[in-house]
């Protein structure tokens, strides 16, 4: 059973370019495979994933979201923005 799991309706998107090692779009492409979905939903994911278990970012995100003024950043406001990912 895999992880990541392929979305069931699609989020609104953003675009951003990345650059990755040629072994990791490899892999990238073989686990898009693997859960039939594509790599953009991948990277995505496995981002979330990083942003849902780290919690020294959490407490530092609770703490600077205290200390300053929202700003309209969508990345900022907590709005998904999916990668781009060329192979």
């Given at each position: ?18 650059q990755?090692e ?66």
């Open positions: 059973m895999s992880i990541i799991k392929k979305p069931e309706v699609p989020p609104e998107i953003g675009t951003l370019e990345i990755i040629q072994p990791l779009i490899q892999m990238l492409d073989r686990y898009a495979e693997f859960i039939g979905s594509d790599c953009n939903h991948v990277v995505v994911s496995a981002v979330r994933v990083v942003f849902k278990r780290d919690y020294e970012f959490k407490r530092w995100l609770r703490h600077r979201d205290g200390s300053q003024k929202p700003t309209q950043d969508r990345r900022e406001s907590g709005e998904v923005a999916t990668k781009q990912v060329k192979s």
